[in-house]
């Protein structure tokens, strides 16, 4: 069965060093996003991507933060500078459409700022 | 503001237990999901639903639209039913989803 990746799985690094998150959607999808939750809170979505660009992207998508499609399978996310408060969980999902159809996650990374 | 609200946040129960986690969200969603967290942190879609019920093994959703509610069941629970239960809404024109806060959901034997 088709599954959405991530790699690596865990990651730690310096405030203020940049970080890369990857993933690999399914490959049939068209519709891509990153999502983050902080330890005990809510899921929060961070952007959405679409026919190489993005289409919607939430207040926490500042400056700071960049995603890109660089080879037609793999979908980056990058903080370009690490903050303590970035420390969560990172989800990537797709979906053949919108997000009134089904969105498949990938299994996260975990990321961590000291 | 697109909102989505679910209770219990926390819910024990011993195994066999009928169990009931429910979810309200504000007007004008198009879908409502169904999704299960693992204590490792993974998130797995079960559901999603615009209208009336869906089935799959223990598990049964459930929308009313009128009432901006949904339900999830779990027949007969059992131990490895435990993990965070996350309720999210997708709104027409809205390319993202709103996640609830979450019911972390643990079965004793």
């Known amino acids: 069965e088709p599954e959405v990746t991530q790699t690596p799985s865990h990651q730690v690094t310096q405030m203020g060093q940049e970080v890369i998150l990857r993933c690999v959607p399914i490959?049939?999808?068209?519709?891509f996003y990153w999502y983050r939750q902080i330890l005990g809170q809510k899921v929060e979505f961070l952007v959405s991507f679409y026919n190489n660009e993005i289409s919607e992207k939430s207040e926490i998508f500042d400056d700071q933060f960049s995603v890109e499609r660089p080879d037609g399978s793999n979908f980056t996310l990058k903080i370009r500078s690490t903050k303590l408060e970035d420390s969560a969980m990172y989800f990537c999902?797709?979906?053949?459409?919108?997000?009134?159809?089904?969105?498949?996650f990938g299994p996260g990374t975990r990321l961590t700022v000291l | 503001k697109n909102e989505v609200e679910q209770s219990p946040q926390n819910l024990t129960a011993q195994e066999g237990e009928f169990i009931t986690i429910n979810c309200s969200y504000s007007?004008?969603?198009?879908?409502l999901h169904w999704l299960q967290q693992h204590p490792g942190g993974g998130i797995v879609s079960l559901f999603m639903?615009?209208?009336g019920k869906k089935k799959h093994g223990r598990l049964i959703a459930t929308i009313n639209i009128q009432e901006k509610h949904s339900s999830l069941h779990i027949t007969a629970s059992h131990p490895r039913d435990s993990a965070v239960y996350i309720c999210?809404?997708?709104?027409?024109?809205?390319?993202?989803?709103?996640f609830g806060q979450g019911t972390r959901l643990t079965i004793n034997p």
């Open positions: 999210a809404g997708g709104w027409r024109g809205a390319q993202k989803l709103v």
């Open positions: 639903l615009s209208s």
């Open positions: 490959s049939n999808h068209l519709y």
């Open positions: 999902a797709s979906s053949e459409a919108l997000a009134i159809n089904e969105q498949f």
């Open positions: 007007v004008g969603i198009s879908a």
